[in-house]
Structures are given as C-alpha cells and as structure tokens.
C-alpha cells in the first residue's frame, strides 16, 4: 500500500489529526505553569533532566534526521552516518562541559537568553554584543524558521491533497497556539513527544526491515550487488567525510539547543541527560541510516518513490510494515519533528526581540511589569510567526538557500565565543564580538565562492576564522587594556 493509500484510512487520517492537535493540548496544561518572562522563555530553570534530554535531541535533530539523514543514506550508502559523528560526539561533551557551566553562569547573572549571558559576562553597558548577536539570530532564525513552515507544510499538503496556502496556514496556527500559550514549557514536553515516537519509528522500521529483508549480512549484500560504494563508507572522499563530520561543530552556537541547558532544574542532572540525549542521538542516527539503506535495497529505483524523492522513503517503509493506526501515529509524527525545531526557533526570536532588543536597550530605563513583558512575548511569537509564514510563502527559494548556511552561520558565530567564554578568562568582549562577526561573514562567503570548490561545509573554516578571533582580538584588547591602566 502506498503512503497516500495508507492515510486515506479513517483510522490512520483520525491518529494523524490528533497527533496534530495534541501540542495545544500540551500548550493548555502548561499554560498555569507559565507565570513569568522566565517560565516563558526557560522554564524557570526547573525542567527535568528527562525533558532536556529528549527536547534537545528533537529540537536538534528533527526533520533533519528522519528525512534527511534517511534520504541521504539512501542516496549515499553507509557513507551517510559519518553526517551524525559529529553532532553525537560533540553533543556528548556539550552537555556536560558547555550545559553545565552555562547553566550555572546563567543563573548566577539571571540570564534568560544567550546574549543576556554574553553581555552580563562582559559586562557590555553599551550593548554592542547584545544587538550584533541580535540581528545574526533575528536574520537566520527567522529564515530557517520560515523553511520550517514551509517544510511542514509541503508534508501536511501532500498527506491531505491540500492547496500549500491552506497547509501553511493550518501549521502555523498549531504552533502559534501552544508556544503562545505555554512557551518554553510547552515546546520542550512537545518535543520530548516528539522524541518518543521519532524513537518508535527508527528503532522499529529498521528492525522489521532487517527481519523482512534477511538480516544484516544479506542487507550488505543487496547493496553491494546494486553499487559497491553504498556498503564503503569511505567512498565519498575525504572533503565530504570532513564536512559531513564538521556538521557537530554547529552544535554549541545552536540558541534553540543551549537554552535546553541553561533550564534544567539543577546543573548537577546534566549527567544523566547526557547519558540519555547521547545514547538517544546514536541509536536514531543508525535507525535513519539502516532506514535509508532498507529503503535502497528494498526499492532500488529512485524514480519508484513518490515524487521520485528519497527523503520519502520513511513514508514508503512505514505504510509497508504498519497498519492504519501506527502508521497515522508515525507519519503525524514526521510533520512534528519538522515543527519541533520550527517552535523552539520561533521562541528563540520572540526571546531576542522582547528580552534582548525591548527590555534590555528599547526599555532599559523602565521596570517593567512581569505581566507585560509576558504578554509582550506572546504577541511577538504571534508576529513572528505571521512574518516567517510570508517569507515561507512568497520567497520560499530565497529561505532554502538562506537556510543551507542558518546552521553553520549560528554555529560560527556564537559556538567558539560561548565555548571560550566558559572556559578562557582572557576571553574580552571585543573578541567576543570579533567571533561573531567573522563567524557569520566567513560563513556566507565561503558558502557563495568556495564551496564548490573545495566541497568542505562552510561551518569548518568560518568556525575555524571565528576561534581564531575570539583568541586573538581578545590577546591584542586585553593587552592594550593592560596597558591603559
């Protein structure tokens, strides 16, 4: 049965709706939770480790891993996992030694948001770290947002054979109303959801596909006997392998991923959420991979798959191993993982305009009343989100391109500040500065003119030229300050 035969079913079309619905569900209990800009926006920083966990490999993964890393092992073979090395290996260390440390330094400032952190570090009474970080978030948050909306609403537009204009619309109305209502608390219980049953369907597809196709050697097999650089996992080459692992580095200037952090209850419960979110990022990133290769041994022929698409493969195997029910729980789960970082971006800008932008410069001379700046936060999630789906619809070429670089552009320029904020005292606010704005440059520019060329990610090197000027502006301004005195 096909994946658009399979969701004509009553049954499967009624758990795909209610998968839908459930996150407003989700955003009315834990509306009563959410008193104040800080319950808002982190939490309180009283969220179970559990919750961090499982929300940050959702938020962080998402889309990307059950279509994309699916897709691409299809296409690639066994060449594909070195895409998830980097991002599970580094995401290990980053729990520990950038969440710990993070979290403790952001309560010791009260600080709710990443540039709030930066600032009260550095002390910034002139707020340059806090409005050049602002404008890098609020340009590719809200361009990798829009490819969200749109994302989710190609899949929700091919699931129910509706106009993509009344698709888009019904996405962005669901997210809406649970971040708005719940915020913080409400994306991050959605997407530790989200996370069990992105669990469910790569840990249970993959297995039945290797039962039905004869287990692991035979799998190997198949392949081989189609092309033998599916089963060689060096057979990209080395510029591919070294971009495909680079991805990771992206991980610690992610703000929608660092925030996770910076919310649970105690610093001491990131241990075990690292234990959970790692052993979690391995075993759905093999599940994707062995899902792509499945896919490729079972329908060998791209042009077989609807829309000759092999980001549709996980579509293809569920409606082949699952009835109605399970089948409608998977596949309304595959349009939540792609809004499950949709929503925590969504949070991310509404944090950067209100808390960074309003409260802290526009407004800086004014206390400001709890109340207001709550309800001044759900009315810019609500705008946001309105400006994301226009982009999303009327320039939709424009936030893909945009988007190819959101995640190595966010990585650069705040990854490498973060990581030596935390751990380099010599660490000034002009390198900080410096940091970021190299990062995004090199980010760009090597992304127009080098990277065909070379074939290596923009992340590597604008990660690499951003480090360099965390160290060495930071040496020259801390010398030259020296030396004032």
Same mark, same amino acid.
């Given at each position: 049965?096909?994946?658009?035969?399979?969701?004509?079913?009553?049954? #499967?079309?009624?758990?795909?709706?209610?998968?839908?619905?459930?996150?407003?569900?989700?955003?009315?209990?834990?509306?009563?939770?959410?008193?104040?800009?800080?319950?808002?926006?982190?939490?309180?920083?009283?969220?179970?480790?559990?919750?961090?966990?499982?929300?940050?490999?959702?938020?962080?993964?998402?889309? +990307?891993?059950? $279509?994309?890393?699916? &897709?691409?092992?299809?296409?690639?073979?066994?060449?594909?996992?070195?895409?998830?090395?980097?991002?599970? @290996?580094?995401?290990?260390?980053?729990?520990?030694?950038?969440? /710990?440390?993070?979290?403790?330094?952001?309560?010791?400032?009260?600080?709710?948001?990443?540039?709030?952190?930066?600032?009260?570090? *550095?002390?910034?009474?002139?707020?340059?770290? /806090?409005?050049?970080?602002?404008?890098? !978030?609020?340009?590719? %948050?809200?361009?990798?947002?829009?490819?969200?909306?749109?994302?989710?609403?190609?899949?929700?537009?091919?699931?129910?054979?509706?106009?993509?204009?009344?698709?888009?619309?019904?996405?962005?109305? $669901?997210? $809406? =109303?649970?971040?708005?209502?719940?915020?913080?608390?409400?994306?991050? *219980?959605?997407?530790? @959801?989200?996370?069990? @049953?992105?669990?469910?369907?790569?840990?249970?597809?993959?297995?039945?596909?290797?039962?039905?196709?004869?287990?692991? /050697?035979?799998?190997?097999?198949?392949?081989?006997?189609?092309?033998?650089?599916?089963?060689?996992?060096?057979?990209?080459?080395?510029?591919?392998?070294?971009?495909?692992?680079?991805? &990771?580095?992206?991980?610690?200037?992610?703000?929608?991923?660092?925030?996770?952090?910076?919310?649970?209850?105690?610093?001491?419960?990131?241990?075990?959420?690292?234990?959970?979110?790692?052993?979690?990022?391995?075993?759905?990133?093999?599940?994707?991979?062995?899902?792509?290769?499945?896919?490729?041994?079972?329908?060998?022929?791209?042009?077989?798959?609807?829309?000759?698409?092999?980001?549709?493969?996980? $579509?293809?195997?569920?409606?082949?191993?699952?009835?109605?029910?399970?089948? &409608?729980?998977?596949?309304?789960?595959?349009?939540?993982?792609?809004?499950?970082?949709?929503?925590?971006?969504?949070?991310?800008?509404?944090?950067?305009?209100?808390?960074? !932008?309003?409260?802290?410069?526009?407004?800086?001379?004014?206390? !400001?009343?709890?109340?207001?700046?709550?309800? %001044?936060?759900?009315? =810019?999630?609500? @705008?946001?989100?309105?400006? #994301? %789906?226009?982009?999303?619809?009327?320039?939709?070429?424009?936030?893909?391109?945009?988007?190819?670089?959101?995640?190595?552009?966010?990585? #650069?320029?705040?990854?490498?500040?973060?990581?030596?904020?935390?751990? +380099?005292?010599?660490?000034?606010?002009?390198?900080?500065?410096? &940091?970021?704005?190299?990062?995004?440059?090199?980010? =760009?520019? +090597?992304?127009?003119?080098?990277?065909?060329?070379?074939?290596?990610?923009?992340?590597?090197?604008?990660?690499?030229?951003?480090?360099? %000027?965390?160290?060495?502006?930071?040496?020259?301004?801390?010398?030259? /300050?020296?030396?004032?005195?």
């Amino acid at each position: 049965m096909s994946p658009y035969d399979q969701l004509s079913h009553p049954l #499967a079309l009624g758990i795909f709706v209610l998968t839908l619905l459930l996150p407003i569900f989700v955003g009315f209990l834990t509306l009563r939770r959410t008193k104040d800009q800080s319950d808002f926006l982190i939490g309180g920083r009283a969220v179970d480790r559990i919750v961090v966990a499982l929300s940050a490999v959702s938020s962080g993964r998402s889309s +990307w891993l059950v $279509l994309g890393l699916s &897709g691409m092992a299809y296409t690639l073979g066994t060449g594909a996992a070195w895409a998830m090395v980097g991002t599970s @290996i580094v995401e290990m260390f980053q729990f520990v030694y950038v969440g /710990r440390r993070l979290r403790i330094q952001s309560e010791r400032f009260n600080s709710l948001t990443l540039l709030d952190y930066f600032e009260s570090r *550095y002390n910034d009474t002139r707020h340059l770290i /806090r409005i050049i970080g602002a404008l890098i !978030i609020v340009i590719f %948050m809200t361009a990798y947002l829009a490819a969200q909306f749109n994302a989710g609403a190609k899949s929700l537009s091919t699931a129910l054979n509706i106009p993509i204009g009344i698709s888009l619309l019904i996405s962005v109305i $669901l997210i $809406l =109303i649970y971040v708005a209502l719940g915020g913080y608390l409400a994306v991050s *219980y959605n997407d530790a @959801i989200r996370a069990l @049953i992105m669990i469910f369907g790569l840990v249970i597809v993959p297995i039945i596909g290797l039962v039905k196709i004869g287990g692991y /050697r035979a799998l190997l097999d198949t392949l081989y006997s189609l092309d033998p650089a599916l089963v060689d996992p060096l057979s990209l080459g080395a510029g591919v392998i070294i971009g495909f692992v680079g991805i &990771g580095l992206g991980s610690p200037g992610q703000p929608h991923i660092v925030v996770r952090y910076m919310s649970i209850d105690n610093p001491d419960n990131l241990a075990f959420a690292t234990f959970v979110g790692t052993f979690w990022n391995i075993v759905l990133g093999w599940g994707a991979v062995f899902l792509g290769l499945l896919g490729r041994a079972m329908v060998p022929l791209q042009s077989s798959l609807p829309e000759q698409d092999p980001e549709m493969i996980y $579509l293809v195997l569920s409606a082949e191993y699952f009835g109605p029910v399970l089948y &409608g729980l998977l596949i309304g789960g595959v349009f939540a993982a792609i809004l499950s970082t949709a929503d925590s971006q969504l949070l991310v800008v509404a944090s950067t305009v209100v808390r960074d !932008i309003y409260e802290k410069i526009v407004r800086a001379d004014v206390e !400001i009343a709890e109340s207001h700046k709550l309800r %001044m936060s759900r009315i =810019i999630v609500v @705008i946001t989100g309105i400006v #994301a %789906m226009v982009l999303a619809y009327i320039a939709s070429d424009l936030v893909f391109w945009l988007v190819l670089f959101a995640w190595g552009g966010l990585g #650069a320029s705040f990854g490498s500040a973060l990581i030596f904020s935390l751990y +380099w005292t010599k660490t000034t606010k002009y390198g900080v500065i410096s &940091g970021m704005v190299s990062g995004t440059l090199v980010t =760009i520019i +090597w992304k127009l003119f080098f990277r065909d060329v070379t074939g290596i990610y923009e992340l590597i090197p604008a990660f690499i030229c951003s480090t360099l %000027m965390v160290y060495i502006v930071s040496l020259a301004s801390e010398t030259r /300050r020296t030396g004032s005195e």
